[in-house]
């Protein structure tokens, strides 16, 4: 019978003492999203009979991400919204708030269309 540390190194871990220290290095890394890409702000009408809705693009493609920054969205325009598939939804015309929001977390945001 193997050692608890063999059976873990069979597994894909590491015993060593420079792996807590990597795998804090990967998740700090991991919450940080790319800021590079620049995110565009569109308001849309159509197909939602002529009811306004703003739309978030070019967002990291992290659910969780994406969920959070919804929350907190919907939280700061005070209005209902919706993760749709890698985008969000925000309900009437929230592209100031929204920019301005974005802008204070590092993003570089566009606003796009009318």
Not at 76 to 89: L, P, S
Request: with cysteine.
């Amino acid at each position: 019978m193997s050692s608890l540390q063999d059976q873990l190194k069979n597994l894909g871990f590491s015993a060593s003492a420079d792996a807590p220290e990597t795998a804090n290095e990967n998740a700090e890394q991991a919450l940080q999203p790319d800021t590079s890409v620049p995110v565009r702000i569109q308001r849309q009408t159509k197909g939602r009979k002529g009811k306004g809705v703003t739309v978030i693009l070019d967002l990291p493609h992290n659910a969780s991400l994406l969920r959070d920054y919804a929350s907190a969205l919907r939280k700061v325009c005070g209005v209902g919204g919706a993760v749709k598939g890698e985008t969000i939804e925000l309900q009437g015309d929230q592209r100031q708030q929204a920019k301005q929001w974005l802008e204070q977390r590092g993003f570089k945001v566009k606003l796009a269309g009318g």
